[in-house]
């Protein structure tokens, strides 16, 4: 099992397993136009940054080539976003420390989420380790972490907690694909506005939104969906209508001992600059 749809609780598993199967196929389709697209914008803006330094002193064309630009930036952006979803990013596996995450993009979590929103970490001690890329990690944190702000406009709390878990075999009958097993379970919970039963089965698609034209392009469940999967875990949601979200992602316990380890402070000095598959937050 690589994918664990929690929203699907209750749906038959042929239901679980044709949804499934509908974000495969999406991220086919994405992945091979994301993966051209990156190959155009390329060429975009290295040609458009040679043209940037080569004009005459004409403030209006400067201008009008830095809206160009800029436009062009972000539409890589959304293409890295898309990427992620498809599972094509380049990945710099290691064992993890999913604590030494958490506490290495804290204070960048705090700020993203303002002053009215109280961030807490529940960090279970001794957690095991992950086979992971930590920058993968910290930028679904980041994804996360934005959609909780956006849930909660008048403030609220956002608790990120880990754990240990062992899901049984009647767990994983019930969840199509979910192998039993020993997992690391990454939890993040909002006291937001929480999410419609309609739209909870979309979720994860890429362009699925529900905020306004320009608050949203529906690519940041999509990137996390691809970067877990990606990781060989599973991601899923619990929700209901003005009672908060609860995104819960598993990844398979890694046995052996951490070497090295996540350095948290280094880490979150490079992610800001380093935002792969994140939106502007
Ligand atoms: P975007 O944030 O650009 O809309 P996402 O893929 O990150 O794209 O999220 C898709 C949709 O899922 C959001 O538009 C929102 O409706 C819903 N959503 C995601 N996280 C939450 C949350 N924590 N609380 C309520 N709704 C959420």
Do not use: W
Not at 79 to 97: E, G, H, M, N, Y
Not at 114 to 142: F, H, S
Request: charged share 25%.
């Amino acid at each position: 099992m690589e994918v664990f749809l929690r929203q699907q609780t209750g749906k038959s598993l042929e239901e679980q397993l044709r949804q499934t199967q509908t974000l495969e196929a999406i991220g086919r389709l994405a992945g091979g136009i994301a993966h051209d697209f990156n190959h155009l914008l390329t060429v975009i803006l290295g040609y458009g940054s040679v043209v940037a330094s080569r004009v005459a002193p004409d403030p209006e064309t400067s201008r009008n080539l830095e809206e160009m630009l800029q436009a062009a930036e972000r539409a890589a952006a959304l293409t890295r976003q898309l990427l992620c979803f498809s599972r094509k990013q380049a990945l710099q596996p290691r064992l993890v420390d999913l604590n030494a995450v958490v506490r290495g993009v804290e204070p960048m979590l705090q700020r993203l989420l303002g002053e009215e929103v109280e961030l807490r970490a529940e960090l279970a001690p001794r957690l095991g380790r992950v086979l992971a890329d930590p920058g993968q990690l910290e930028q679904m944190l980041v994804e996360l972490a934005v959609n909780a702000r956006d849930a909660m406009p008048g403030g609220g709390r956002l608790t990120i907690a880990t754990a240990d878990r062992e899901l049984d075999a009647a767990y994983a009958a019930e969840h199509v694909e979910v192998q039993p097993g020993h997992y690391v379970e990454l939890a993040v919970t909002d006291t937001g506005t929480g999410i419609e039963p309609g739209a909870l089965s979309h979720l994860f698609e890429p362009f699925f939104t529900t905020k306004e034209t320009g608050n949203g392009a529906g690519l940041g469940l999509a990137a996390s969906y691809g970067i877990v999967r990606q990781s060989g875990g599973h991601i899923g949601v619990d929700s209901e209508p003005g009672r908060g979200a609860s995104f819960k992602i598993y990844l398979p316990r890694a046995e052996a001992p951490v070497r090295g380890g996540v350095r948290p402070a280094r880490r979150a000095a490079a992610l800001s600059a380093r935002l792969r598959c994140v939106r502007d937050a």
